[in-house]
């Protein structure tokens, strides 16, 4: 069964250094989505992506993140300058269609010391 | 998006049905109910969803009142591996998944 593939599994970094998480989605999939979820909380909605371009953004994704389709099968996302608060598990989502179920991957751990 | 109220926790007994309401009184008639699951930190996982029909797959059954303010899905046949967070979330066709608290299901032996 196709998937979606996160890595790093887990990134433990410095306060002020830049992170990029990387996602495979599902091959056909065009909608492509970033969550995050701190531990013990909600999953939070932050990007999603369409068309080479954001869809839509909350107000957790500031200036200091942002996401990019590099090629034809990478979706990162990068963290130019990671705080402390920045600490969670990172989720990737991809969907085939606009109203489509989105498919989520394992996560990637970010701890910012 | 429509607001979700659900449970914080339930039990179910192994091998049981397990029932997980959910309240959505201000759905809208655009408003699609999905239903996901998170285990121990993993990904989310779909599970199902509707508009106004019951609906049912390999996974689970969701029902659905008939005003739409509110819908069960169940679980017709716990399992252990069935002990997850399971989130009932309205969304618009088309828009973003909105994630709640979520109900914690303990399947216990």
């Known amino acids: 069964e196709p998937e979606v593939t996160q890595t790093p599994s887990h990134q433990v970094t410095q306060m002020g250094q830049e992170v990029i998480l990387r996602c495979v989605p599902i091959s056909n999939h065009l909608y492509f989505y970033w969550y995050r979820q701190i531990l013990g909380q909600k999953v939070e909605f932050l990007v999603s992506?369409?068309?080479?371009?954001?869809?839509?953004k909350s107000e957790i994704f500031d200036d200091q993140f942002s996401v990019e389709r590099p090629d034809g099968s990478n979706f990162t996302l990068k963290i130019r300058s990671t705080k402390l608060e920045d600490s969670a598990m990172y989720f990737c989502?991809?969907?085939?269609?606009?109203?489509?179920?989105?498919?989520f991957g394992e996560g990637s751990r970010l701890t910012v010391l | 998006d429509a607001k979700t109220t659900q449970p914080p926790s339930m039990d179910c007994a192994e091998g049981r049905a397990a029932n997980l309401p959910c309240n959505h009184s201000t759905i809208s008639g655009n408003e699609y109910v999905y239903w996901y699951r998170q285990i121990h930190s993993q990904g989310p996982q779909y599970i199902i969803h509707g508009l106004k029909n019951n609906e049912t797959n390999e996974m689970a059954s969701l029902i659905i009142t008939e005003d739409r303010k509110s819908s069960t899905l169940i679980l017709p046949h716990a399992t252990l591996r069935d002990t997850a967070v399971y989130y009932c979330i309205v969304r618009v066709q088309g828009g973003k998944l909105i994630f709640g608290q979520g109900t914690e299901l303990s399947v216990k032996p």
């Open positions: 989502a991809s969907s085939g269609e606009r109203h489509g179920e989105l498919f």
């Open positions: 992506f369409y068309n080479n371009e954001i869809s839509e």
